[in-house]
Structures are given as structure tokens and as C-alpha cells.
């Protein structure tokens, strides 16, 4: 298996329609439960633990989640109120050393919950042509709406499984 990608790089090839964006918001709006009930029983000493060599430790992982989400929901209001809008990146790495990612993960498990319920709200009240509108992503491109479901679905499952998998292999 390989740790940085446990559960693959993010593909679709079919066509994104409301039945497609409704199952990724479904895995959207479960996320917050399933990632708190995934490091709910950690220690510090298991929290501060790389989830790979060269890796994040878990904490570092669930206020990513929380960074990266916020970036996301306010990435969906863009393409959702503007015209193709350019959004701005930022250094995720770099973000991950500042000095709040040592905070407890409530922290971030709460806000990742408050976000998750403002998205899901904002996004299942999408109508089918507001999947097509976009945003720009200077490193990526162009990028739908229903394709920033189906990236942010997966992004969920993926660190949720670099957690699982560190917690597997540790016999946590």
C-alpha cells in the first residue's frame, strides 16, 4: 500500500450529475463523525505520531482537514457567486508548521463539523447547471463545482485513511 496515497489519487471519468455530486456530499457531510470517532481514543503520544515516515503526525492531519475545508467552502461560494473566479492557493506544508497545529484536535474536530454542516447546507441546495460553474486554481486549472465535490469527497477519505491505516498497522 502506499501510505501518501492509501486509498488512490483522486479520478473520475464519468459524467457529474446530481445522483454523482449527491453520494459525494453524503460522504461530505459524514466525515466530521467518522474522523472524530477515528482519533476520538488517541493520546497525545499517538496524536503526535507521522502517519508515515517524513509525514504528518495525526494532529497535523485533522487541523489540515480543517484548513484545507474552510479553503473549500469558501472556494465553492466563489465559483457560486462570481464568474469564473481565480482562486488563491495556499502552502499547505508550510500552514501545517505554524504554530496553532499543536492545538488539540477539538479544536479542529468542532470546526471541521461547523464547516461541514455550512457546505452541506450550500451544497444540496445546488440546482444541476450550478455543478458546471467554476473556479480557476492557478496550479490546477479550471475546476467545476461537481468536480470540487467529488475532490473534496475524496480528500475526506483520504487522510481519514492515513489515520486508519497508522492506527492498523499500530494495533491502536
Not at 22 to 35: M, S, V
Not at 103 to 117: N, Q, Y
Not at 125 to 132: E, F, I, N, R, T
Request: glycine fraction near 8%; proline fraction near 5%; charged fraction near 25%.
Amino acid at each position: 500500500m502506499d501510505l501518501r496515497y492509501p486509498v488512490g489519487k483522486f479520478q473520475f471519468d464519468g459524467e457529474i450529475t446530481s445522483g454523482v455530486a449527491e453520494g459525494w456530499l453524503n460522504e461530505i457531510e459524514a466525515l466530521p463523525q467518522i474522523l472524530r470517532e477515528a482519533v476520538g481514543n488517541m493520546d497525545d503520544e499517538q496524536l503526535d505520531t507521522a502517519y508515515r515516515p517524513g509525514g504528518w503526525t495525526v494532529r497535523q492531519v485533522v487541523h489540515h482537514v480543517a484548513d484545507s475545508h474552510m479553503n473549500a467552502y469558501i472556494r465553492f461560494k466563489l465559483a457560486l457567486t462570481e464568474e469564473n473566479p481565480v482562486i488563491k492557493p495556499y502552502e499547505e506544508g508550510k500552514w501545517a508548521e505554524l504554530p496553532d497545529s499543536d492545538l488539540p484536535v477539538e479544536v479542529s474536530l468542532s470546526l471541521i463539523e461547523a464547516v461541514h454542516i455550512r457546505m452541506g447546507k450550500l451544497l444540496s441546495g445546488l440546482h444541476a447547471d450550478d455543478l458546471s460553474r467554476t473556479f480557476i486554481h492557478p496550479d490546477s486549472g479550471e475546476v467545476t463545482v461537481g468536480e470540487n465535490i467529488g475532490i473534496y469527497a475524496w480528500h475526506g477519505r483520504h487522510h481519514l485513511a492515513h489515520i486508519t491505516t497508522l492506527s492498523k498497522r499500530q494495533g491502536w
